[in-house]
């Protein structure tokens, strides 16, 4: 039998890279999760690349959801009240944040450039004379 969840919280402190005993590259973070009136902490295992660029890229406080299969423990600490420990080997990450769009300064353009228009000809038009003169001699009547 196989053992899902999806989990969405917010991070309680920036996620860390670890390397295993065994030299494999993972990240971990604590998830906080609002149950209800209750609040439970999760600890997250995330070994695939992908998951890992994603939660790495989030800092505290950051909101974020995971899905993975998880390990519920009992352990005894030091004050002898048993407690859960809970813990996910999270397969997706999904950050609830969008990644901050970074802008690369531009060097400005130069204008741009307009080819040379050519002086229009004007050698077949009669020139305009300012002694009142009609230049082209039509009688129009209005």
Known sequence: ???NVLLQGSLTKAPESRVSRQGNPFAMATLRVSAGNEV?????FVFSESA???LLRLGEGDSL??????KFEIYRPADGEPRVSLSVVADQVLALK??????EKKAPAPPPATPEKPAPDRSGLASHSCDGSDPFGDEISF
Do not use: D, H, N, Y
């Open 98 to 103: 969008q990644a901050p769009k970074t802008r």
């Open 1 to 3: 039998m196989s053992v």
């Open 40 to 44: 439970q902490f999760w600890r997250l």
């Open 52 to 54: 890992q660029a994603e």
């Open 65 to 70: 959801a995971i899905q993975g299969v998880p």
